[in-house]
């Protein structure tokens, strides 16, 4: 559903042919997050023009805190972003897992350091998502907010896009960065490739962070843990997972209280972080997030509309990726385009380019999900502890070579 309550119609798509297409001067990006901003970017740093639509009046968006490592950084370094994004980011060490007793457990490595570049940078939401729109705008770009698209229809020479403010432009590429719930993904899909639920859920809020906190900790409790995550600016949030079975229904109203109950269950009746742990109960901006994925396994592009990031392959956020997976999309695309290729074969270039890594990354998210929900008894949660230092850091070290690798 759009912003005036209307439907985006689905027009007849032309989807074979392709090939005369030429290079895209025109586009249109639906949705100013984090991918669709950094690609607005990308792309008009290569002479496109670019104009990004979002339903939101604002940049204001659930949850605090996100992190990004090193190809996520690279990746922002080449559209040049880097600078700003370090500027607000605050580097952290290996994140350390604790039992809930507050025991050492394993230190688990973020991989290898590149150019000097932190190989871990958190990141804050509200203040990443402001940096990349004031880069998008200096790079040219047009941003409306409050917006959406309500009609797209394709012909051979481009596609004619109605929006919500009753508008009508024509484009010679649309691309879908509207996140989990894309009308874009519907768009060229219909209900074929919807959100399913993983069974995990997230509670984060930010709080103040106690001064000994210098890296990402994480209290492994019965099924679940209990991160403390630090901010620059002397904050962190807080965030907890845990298998939810069915989607059960929280007043937003008693968010902080819920959130603090969850986390008190996770860490029994121990000492560790207590103070935090009951700071949570009068935490404002607390964000519930039921961990719903996605993955579309066909071409993501059909004629001139396309759809990337979390419109593409959203999951959970245990390798702490989406975001990078999203920015690397958008890099990635615009470097393709600056070829002599038609359209088409970027497109399915970009495809054979994008589509394993991402799997792969999005294979291991719910793997590690999985992995950390199978903990829910005393004995599980022993058996979990014992992986973890014996197992996990060979499986970590794996899967950073694979993030390391080139996008
Ligand atoms: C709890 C949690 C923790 C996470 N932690 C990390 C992390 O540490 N590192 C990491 O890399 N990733 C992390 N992620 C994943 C990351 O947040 C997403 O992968 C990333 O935000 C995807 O970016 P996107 O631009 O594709 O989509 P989004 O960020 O969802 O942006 C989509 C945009 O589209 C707009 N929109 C939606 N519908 C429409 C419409 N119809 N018309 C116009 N605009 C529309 C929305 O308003 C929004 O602005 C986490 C996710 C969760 C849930």
């Known amino acids: 559903m759009t912003s005036n309550g209307r439907r985006l119609v689905v027009h007849r798509l032309q989807t074979s042919g392709g090939v005369e297409m030429p290079r895209p001067n025109k586009v249109l990006i639906v949705g100013a997050g984090i991918g669709g901003l950094c690609a607005a970017t990308a792309l008009a740093r290569i002479g496109v023009e670019v104009d990004v639509i979002d339903i939101k009046p604002d940049n204001s968006v659930p949850g605090v805190g996100w992190g990004l490592r090193t190809n996520g950084l690279r990746a922002l370094r080449e559209i040049g972003l880097l600078e700003p994004t370090l500027a607000i980011g605050f580097p952290t060490p290996p994140l350390t897992y604790f039992d809930r007793n507050g025991h050492h457990v394993v230190d688990i490595s973020y991989g290898r350091q590149f150019d000097g570049m932190p190989n871990n940078v958190q990141l804050p939401r509200l203040g990443f998502l402001e940096m990349a729109s004031a880069r998008a705008l200096e790079a040219g770009c047009t941003i409306q907010m409050s917006t959406t698209a309500v009609d797209i229809e394709q012909d051979s020479d481009g596609a004619t896009v109605e929006l919500s403010d009753g508008s009508s432009r024509r484009y010679d590429l649309v691309i879908g960065f509207d996140g989990i719930n894309s009308s874009i993904r ?101 964000a519930y997030t039921p961990l719903d994925t996605v993955l579309v396994p066909y071409p993501w592009h059909r004629g001139r509309v396309m759809i990337m990031g979390d419109a593409a392959h959203a999951t959970t956020p245990y390798l702490g990726s989406g975001a990078a997976m999203a920015i690397e999309d958008g890099v990635v695309f615009a470097k393709l385009l600056q070829s002599d290729d038609s359209l088409y074969d970027v497109q399915t270039k970009f495809m054979a380019r994008r589509y394993p890594r991402v799997k792969t990354v999005w294979d291991w998210s719910l793997k590690m999900m999985h992995e950390e929900f199978d903990s829910a008894t005393p004995e599980a949660l022993d058996r979990r502890l014992h992986y973890l230092v014996n197992e996990e850091p060979a499986a970590i070290d794996y899967i950073n070579r694979v993030l390391e690798s080139d996008y």
């Open 186 to 286: 519907r768009y060229l899909f219909g209900e074929k490739y919807v959100p399913v639920r993983s069974g995990g859920v997230a509670w984060r809020a930010p709080i103040r962070a106690p001064d000994t906190l210098k890296g990402a900790i994480f209290c492994h409790g019965f099924g679940g843990k209990v991160g403390f995550v630090p901010l620059a600016g002397g904050m962190m949030y807080v965030i907890v997972t845990h298998h939810e079975p069915g989607r059960p229904r929280h007043d937003p109203a008693a968010f902080a209280e819920t959130m603090h109950r969850v986390a008190r269950e996770m860490m029994g009746d121990s000492d560790f972080m207590s103070a935090e742990i009951d700071s949570l109960r009068t935490a404002t901006n607390v």
